[in-house]
Every structure is written in C-alpha cells, then in structure tokens.
C-alpha cells in the first residue's frame, strides 16, 4: 500500500505538480502579449490652460499627439493626461495594438482643449509620475512628455513658490529614482523655460521649444526617434528608396498650408492620396503634415509630390538595419563622444568586407547654429577619427560648442539606403561660488543615486496585481501540494509519531 502511495505521489509531482508551478514561475517573470524590455510606456501630458487659445489657436498639438502615438510599436503603452489648475487623466496607460486597436487613445487626445484657469505643473508632472509607476510595467522604458505654454500659476504666490519647490526638490528626485524620464516642450519664450529645461536635464530626458504650433509635429518626431530610434531611410529632394528588405513603411510628410494634398508617386507610376480606400495603405491627413502607412511597400523610387521638403520622414521596418550604440542625451562641452555604428541583417552584423565595401558610410552633424557638418567613413583605417572594428566602425565625437546637436549616420548603396539621427544637448560646466559643479544652465552630469534611510517616507515600488495575483497562485497550489502529501503519508506520519512517542516514554523509564 504505501508503495502505491509512493508512486502516486511520485507521478502527481512530476507531471502536474511541478510543471504547474515553473509554467506560473515562467508567467510571472515574461512580459506577456508579445512585449519586450524594448517597450516604452509613455504618459502625454498636455496643457489645456486658456493661454493655449493664443500659443496654439488651431490646436494643432492634438495631430502633433495622433501622430506621436500612432508611430509607436505594437506592445509600447501609451496615456493622456490634462492639466491646467489640475491634472485630469482622460485615459491611463494603454497597449498599443494592431491597425484600429488604437482608437480610444486617439479620441482621449481630441478631448485636450484650452478651457483651463489656471497652470498647475507639480500637480501635471505628479500625476504622470503616478500614472507610470502604479499602472505601468516593472520592465521597459517610462517616459513623461510635458507640454505647456506657461508658469506655475495657481492664483496665489505663496502657494505656487511651495510648490515649485517640491517640484525642483522631492518631485525630480522621485522621477530620477524611478528612472522616468522627461521630455518637456515650451510653447513659447513666455513659457518658464528654465523650469522645463532643469526638469528634462535632471531626469535625463531633453528639453525643446516650439516657437510656433507648427513646429510641434518636428519637435514629436524628435523626441519618438529618441525614445524608440526607430529604423529610417533617408528622403533626398523628396525621394526616397525602399528595398526587397523593407515590409512596412510610415512616411511623415510637411505640408505648406490645410489647403495642400499631398501626394505619393510609387516606383510604378501609380499616385495615391488622402481619401482614396486602397488596400494595405493608412493615410492620415492634418492642417501642417500628413501620415501614410503602406504594408508591403513596393521597390524601387518613391516620391513624395507637393511637399514642402522640410524635414519629411520615412521610418521603416526590415530585416536589414542601420544600429548604433548612442544613448546620450546630455554631454559636458568638451566631452569626448564614443558612438559605434554598424548593418545588421538578421540579427547579426555584416562583417563581410566584399559587401561592406561596396556601402558608402557617412555622418552628418548638425550644430547649434544651424550650420551642418558631413564626413566620410573609410573601411581602410584612414577616414580621420573614424576606424573600424570587425564590422563596426568606431568614431570619437568632441562637441565644442554648447546647445542642441543632431547627429545622423547614413549607410548608402545601389540597392538600398538607411538612415539612423540623434539628438542631444552639450552644456557647459561652471564651477560656482559653493565649488558644485553646475551647467549652464543647470545640469547633472551623471545620475545620482538617492539614499534610502529606513524609516522614511520614500515611495513604495508600484504594486503590480499581475505578479500578485500569480504569486496567490503558486502559494494555493503549493498548499493543495502539503495537503495531498499529508493524505498521501498520513498511515506512515501516524506510524512515526505513534513511534517517536514510545521511544521517548523509553527514554524516560530508562533516565
């Protein structure tokens, strides 16, 4: 009998025990749906105070929004937040799916308006912080974008110097514990720029100024590209190349007025347009620029017909990818840059000099002033500052000038072009009275690391009720588990407590 038990109870945790729990163990510790450690979850939130009416008339950072969360990937999160004497989340972190699965997101962005009294940033950013922390994800990115046209303006100055303050102090500290970085834009000059940029130096996320409404569709491109660094093409004199690698491509294209119809000429002939129904293509018409989507794109030379030329883009998916290792944001002037870039085709990088030799490989600066900057990579050892690395060529980068660079690579051939652009802002240290390192202006030149005392009141990590929920799991099973081991051997568990008691009465008559 108690053999049977044996082998019952050595077939119940093989086969059912035991894989349960590592399958419930596998659940807890994967990103589901698809997602990976390279998914963002971002938080817009968006001033919707009455000064809007004058800084954005025609509210043009709704399309500028669509746009934002229409570029990212399938598995990223997005919400929306509004904020003017409060902040008021219209929708919290939601997945980002399929062709249509967005629509609630899109419609929260056209709830923003510009009816607000006042402009309350500690309560705007406070609430995107709690937003990412308590609805988001334990892995991947979280980002916070922060728009407004304004100052801390609550009607009373006591009360909005207090609260700046705990926004410069407990409140940064707090985003850059998490890791949560911020990416701020100013509407205008009249904005507290030296606020929103502190904010996204501190937290490590960039700061730019949009002088016009118009520049709000750039400004979001940029900061996607950064955030996602997405997969490109470059577009030269409106056309652009697409290649057998490529299966789906998002072309972003500038309009010069409402009244503009944009156009798309295919390596056919054939022109496609804002309105026609056609298969396979997504079209997305705005005041200042439109979005196409195609699924398997056909090759050859496109063209973009009736746009302005100014900073249109084409993001791509493919096999074949221009990578680079560039992550910084923020650089000390003077600071010497170490980017590697190099082509990966399915997921390896592309060594083979027969092929490497026959791409041409070069970089384009584009510096604070405007003025732009291109060299060459040689494969030979010989181009400058640039060598190469068993596939990978290594450049040495020393920005001299303090303010916003853009910096892209492009690997260039008869049969395909690729394209890869960064931004990042150098500042330059100043040593002041108190010998701190600050910035002008202010800047952080590495994150510091907060000190947790016990007792405090820091924050609690954010409660993830997915991992709750399948620890209560493990921890039920492991309970039915105890309770069929203790049936199972009960008739052996009697047998040596009954003997355990009579070798102590022993024991006892013995002593």
């Excluded at 390279?38 to 939130?45: A, G, I, P, Q, S």
């Excluded at 801390?152 to 998490?178: F, S, V, Y």
């Excluded at 972003?252 to 798309?264: R, W, Y």
């Excluded at 820091?458 to 588990?481: C, D």
């Amino acid at each position: 009998m108690n053999t049977g038990n044996t082998k019952t109870t050595g077939f119940f945790f093989k086969f059912i025990f035991l894989p349960i729990i590592f399958a419930c163990i596998s659940l807890a510790a994967s990103p589901s749906y698809g997602e990976t450690k390279e998914n963002t979850d971002v938080m817009l939130v968006i001033d919707s105070s009455g000064s809007m009416k004058k800084t954005d008339p025609m509210t043009l950072r709704v399309p500028a929004a669509k746009l934002f969360i229409s570029l990212l990937s399938k598995g990223d999160r997005a919400g929306v937040i509004s904020f003017s004497g409060k902040a008021n989340a219209l929708i919290s972190l939601t997945r980002i799916g399929d062709e249509g699965e967005n629509e609630s997101l899109l419609k929260a962005v056209e709830q923003i308006n510009s009816r607000g009294l006042y402009t309350n940033l500690y309560d705007a950013l406070a609430k995107g912080l709690d937003s990412v922390l308590n609805d988001g994800r334990t892995y991947g990115k979280k980002t916070i974008i922060l728009m407004s046209d304004g100052r801390m303006d609550l009607g009373n100055t006591e009360k909005d110097a207090k609260l700046l303050d705990r926004l410069k102090g407990e409140l940064i500290e707090e985003l850059k514990k998490n890791d949560v970085k911020v990416f701020t834009i100013a509407f205008t000059k009249a904005s507290d720029t030296e606020l929103l940029s502190e904010i996204a130096r501190k937290t490590g996320g960039l700061y730019s100024l949009a002088e016009n409404s118009g520049e709000l569709r750039l400004v979001f491109s940029n900061i996607f590209e950064i955030i996602k660094t997405p997969d490109m093409v470059p577009v030269e004199k409106n056309r652009f190349t697409i290649d057998s690698s490529i299966k789906e491509i998002t072309v972003v294209a500038s309009k010069e007025s409402p009244e503009t119809k944009i156009f798309l000429k295919a390596p056919d002939g054939k022109e496609y347009s804002y309105g026609k129904k056609l298969e396979g293509i997504n079209w997305f018409a705005s005041h200042n620029f439109d979005m196409i989507t195609i699924k398997k794109p056909m090759e050859g030379i496109w063209k973009i017909l009736f746009s302005t030329d100014k900073d249109n883009k084409v993001y791509i998916i493919t096999d074949l990818s221009l990578k680079t290792d560039f992550e910084t944001l923020q650089v000390p002037i003077g600071e010497s840059i170490k980017v590697r870039i190099w082509l990966e085709g399915s997921g390896r990088v592309l060594k083979e000099n027969d092929i490497l030799e026959k791409i041409e490989f070069s970089v384009e600066v584009v510096m604070p002033d405007k003025t732009i900057v291109r060299s060459m990579l040689f494969d030979d050892g010989t181009g400058g500052d640039w060598q190469k690395e068993d596939g990978i060529f290594v450049m040495d980068f020393k920005p001299k000038e303090s303010g916003r660079y853009k910096i892209s690579f492009f690997a260039r051939a008869e049969t395909f072009k690729r394209e890869k652009s960064h931004f990042f802002n150098v500042f330059k240290p100043v040593i002041n009275k108190a010998d701190s390192i600050t910035s002008e202006p202010v800047e952080d030149t590495e994150k510091e690391k907060p000190v947790e005392e016990k007792g405090s009141n820091s924050k609690k990590e954010p409660v993830s009720w997915f991992r709750l929920i399948i620890k209560f799991v493990i921890l039920n099973i492991l309970l039915i588990g105890i309770l069929y081991l203790t049936y199972t051997f009960r008739e052996r568990i009697s047998d040596t407590v009954k003997s355990l008691l009579k070798n102590k009465k022993g024991n006892g008559h013995l002593s």
